[in-house]
């Protein structure tokens, strides 16, 4: 069965960086795209950006453009989501989710990643 | 930005209860808006996709309707564990998304 597997909690301080990795199994990982979106606690779910596993084409939401880079490697069927010059803001559950095509729903969540960032 | 907004933000309903909850888009997206259900401490489950087809294994109580720029999500017939916040999202936009504010639902 479809299954994406996130890396565990993570503190950090303000100003620093986190990368969250998120495990692919169950698919094969080339045929789907993969979704960051992080939910602020309390609030609504945010989508932070894709990558197309199959040529590593990413579009990144304007809210998180300077900041975030999603990477992949296909050998381990994970891509990566690093998030720089972390604030207190960025304290969110992050999610990673894929979908058939661009124009479709995100059918499949990894169990996500809280991010604690504290100065 | 295709702004999702959703209504009511709150709702207090009792089993067995039918349920609307809507969505409007600032601009036209055809049919590109999926719901999904998300429960305390898990993460969003797939309900709708493309405003009315749902989405395997899902209880034949969820149902969606809507194009253009109005969606409604409905829950017949209310359960307990219906409990959650349902969030619309939009996939018209590309490469970009965005998704409603959330709607959440307790049960009395």
Request: one cysteine or more.
């Amino acid at each position: 069965q479809m299954q994406l597997v996130q890396s565990g909690a993570e503190v950090k301080k303000t100003g620093s960086s986190v990368k969250v990795s998120c495990k692919a199994s169950g698919y094969t990982f080339t045929y789907r795209h993969l979704h960051w979106v992080r939910q602020a606690p309390g609030q609504a779910l945010e989508w932070m950006g894709w990558i197309t596993p199959f040529n590593g084409n990413t579009n990144y939401a304007q809210n998180f453009q300077d900041r975030v880079t999603i990477t992949r490697d296909r050998s381990m069927t994970t891509a990566y989501m690093e998030l720089s010059s972390l604030r207190s803001e960025d304290t969110a559950m992050y999610y990673c989710a894929t979908s058939t095509v661009l124009d479709a729903p995100f059918d499949y969540w990894g169990q996500g990643t809280l991010v604690t960032v504290s100065s | 930005e295709i702004v999702l907004i959703q209504s009511p933000d709150f709702q207090s309903v009792t089993p067995k209860e039918k349920v609307t909850i809507t969505c409007r888009a600032s601009q036209s997206i055809g049919n590109s808006l999926h719901w999904y259900q998300q429960k305390p401490d898990q993460s969003p489950k797939l309900l709708i996709q493309y405003a009315s087809q749902s989405f395997s294994g899902v209880p034949s109580r969820f149902s969606g309707s809507g194009s253009g720029t109005d969606f409604t999500l409905t829950i017949n017939s209310l359960e307990a564990e219906d409990a959650a916040t349902y969030y619309c999202h939009q996939s018209s936009s590309l490469p970009m998304y965005t998704f409603g504010q959330g709607t959440k639902l307790e049960i009395k």
